[in-house]
Every structure is written in C-alpha cells, then in structure tokens.
C-alpha cells in the first residue's frame, strides 16, 4: 500500500504544477491578489496621471541639467569685481603727504579763492608706488619794489612726479613715504621771466582709525630774469647757492570726527618773486611760509568738498590778506576696474 500511495501522490504534485505553469507562447498570470502589493519595477510605467493617461516610463537619472534651466553665467562674468584700495589724498590742503593714489585712479581737484586766484590739479595713480600729475598753481606770488602786497602769476603751469611706499608696507609701524619732485614751465610775466622747482620727502602716519600726521621737507630752487634792465644782458637771479634759504620743513595734520568729514591743518611754503629789488636792482626770490585750515566733506564715493582759510604770509600776520577757498575733487575707479578686468 505504501508504494502505491506514493506513487499517487507524486502523480498528483507533478499535475499541479504543470497546471501553474503558463501555456507557450502565452504571458504570465497576474497574481491573485492574495500577496501583498509590490514596488513595480523601474522598467514599468510610473502611476496614473490624474489626466488620465499613463505618462511614459521614468527616465533614468541624469547629472544633465533640464531643458528649461538656466544656463550657468560665463566664468568672466560670475567672477566678483576686486575690492577698491581705499583712497588717500596726495596732499592735505596744500602740501604733499606720504600718500599716493591707488593704481590708475584719476583724481582732479579745483579751487578758487577770493584773492581771485584759480588753480587745478590733475594726476593718476601708477601701479601703487608712483603718480604723474598736471598741475596750475595760483601759490606762485609776485610783487615790485614799490608794492609791498604780493599777487598771484597765474596760470603757473607745473609738472610732478611722485614715488613711494604705502604705510606699513615694508614693516608694522612704517609710515607711508613719498618722494616727489614739481617742476614748472617757464613763465614769462610782466617782462620777466620765472621758474621754480620742489624736491620733497613726505611721510604721513595714522594715529588710530581717525586722524594722521603729516611730516616732510622741501628743498626748493627758482629763477628770475629781470628782462627789463635796457639794453644790457638780463642778469638771472637763482635761489640755489645757500641751503639754508632751499631747505624748508612742512607738515600737516587732519581729524575724522565724523565719518565723512574731515578737519585738515597744514603749514607750507611758496616762492614770492621781487622785481628790482635788491642791491642790484635784479630782483630777489623768497620763500613765504603759508597757514591754511579747513574741513573736506564726501559728498559721493567719487567727489569731495574742501573749503577753509589761507594765509599767504604768516611771517606778516595780516588778516586782511588772509583768503577764503573753495575746492572741489572728484576721483575715478574707471580706469583702475578697466585694468583689473584685462588680467
């Protein structure tokens, strides 16, 4: 009996599973529902839409960006622009500092005052240690033997060129340096004929965040030819020969009291031409020590506001002489962002 049970049972098995396998040719069965729900495979349809029809297959993930995305900005573009170095004025209200201005920024400052003189000055930064500048002075003075009260020869057309290290560059507590030389053209005025020249080496050093100091000295030398002697040849008056009456100190100080605004004091010097004076009557050439104070305002980013009180004479105090100026600077980064921008 064992055997043969046996043998129905297998019979009976090997039927079964004949019936569970899918004809030829003929797709798999769904399954009954008894087993419980699975995740479909990635090569089958995703669900349903709710619009109705069956969206296509997911597609596989890509690292490329969607048709409708935004392209990335070129790298010249995305790249920030440099920072600006700050701005340190090449001289306080009339004598140098030990600053210079930032590589290729244009600065141009006017004024007037009301002793009628008008002047203007026009440099641009080179490559952080030098600046080139055009200038017209009304600082240059002249007077005859017979008038004691000086007048301004203007235009008084000069060129300079000045070169140094900014503050703390070489050490910690190094002051900025600047070495500068100013030269005019000739000029010829009143029958006579004038130059001059300034040598100067300027330092200026902050003390703290809000007010600096200004120290240097000046070796100047200037000419005089007195065309107006006849018919004999014109003798040339020169300042060089003595040191003592070339060499000057100048120096200067400014104040922050508020963020954009500044209080500046400074002592310089000036030549003053004298026609016929002189034991030979050819003329003399001195220096006159100036006294100037005022305040400087930023109006804008790239425009300032000076404006104070000069004295062209303290050696003779005289109120009288003393002159109201106004001046306006502007400054530029234009030209500085333009060469950054071609490295």
């Known amino acids: 009996m064992k055997p043969a049970s046996s043998l129905i049972l297998a019979v009976i098995a090997t ?176 029958s006579a004929k004038t130059r001059i020249a300034e040598l100067t080496l300027a330092a200026s050093k902050h003390l703290g965040a809000d007010a600096a100091l200004h120290v240097g000295a000046a070796l100047w030398d200037a000419s005089l030819q007195n065309d107006a002697d006849g018919p004999t040849m014109p003798r040339e008056v020169t300042l060089h020969g003595k040191l003592g009456d070339q060499l000057r100190v100048f120096g200067g100080f400014e104040a922050r009291p508020l963020p954009r605004s500044q209080i500046l004091v400074d002592l310089g010097w000036a030549p003053d031409f004298c026609y016929h004076c002189g034991d030979d009557m050819a003329g003399t050439i001195k220096l006159r020590p100036e006294l100037s104070w005022g305040v400087r305002y930023q109006v804008a980013r790239f425009m300032h506001i000076e404006s104070g009180v000069r004295v062209p004479d303290i050696g003779n105090f005289n109120l009288l002489d003393a002159q109201i100026f106004g001046q306006i600077t502007l400054t530029s980064f234009a030209l500085s962002d333009a060469v950054e921008n071609l490295k």
């Open 15 to 190: 039927g079964a599973i004949a019936r569970a396998q899918p004809a030829p040719g003929e797709p798999p069965k769904p399954d009954d529902g008894t087993a419980p729900d699975a995740q479909p495979p990635p090569s089958q349809p995703g669900p349903i839409s709710p619009y109705g029809d069956a969206p296509p297959a997911r597609p596989a993930p890509s690292a490329k960006p969607a048709a409708s995305a935004k392209p990335a900005p070129p790298a010249s573009a995305a790249r920030p622009s440099p920072p600006h170095k700050p701005l340190r004025f090449p001289e306080v209200l009339t004598t140098p500092t030990g600053w210079l201005l930032p590589a290729a920024v244009l600065y141009s400052r006017n004024s007037i005052d009301t002793g009628g003189g008008v002047s203007s000055d026009n440099r641009v930064g080179l490559g952080d240690v030098a600046e080139f500048g055009i200038a017209t002075t009304d600082q240059i003075r002249e007077h005859d033997i017979d008038s004691e009260k000086p007048a301004q020869i203007q235009p008084y057309v000069t060129a300079s060129f000045r070169l140094g290290v900014e503050e703390s560059r070489l050490f910690a507590a190094q002051p900025g340096l600047a070495l500068g030389f100013r030269k005019s053209f000739e000029r010829v005025h009143h």
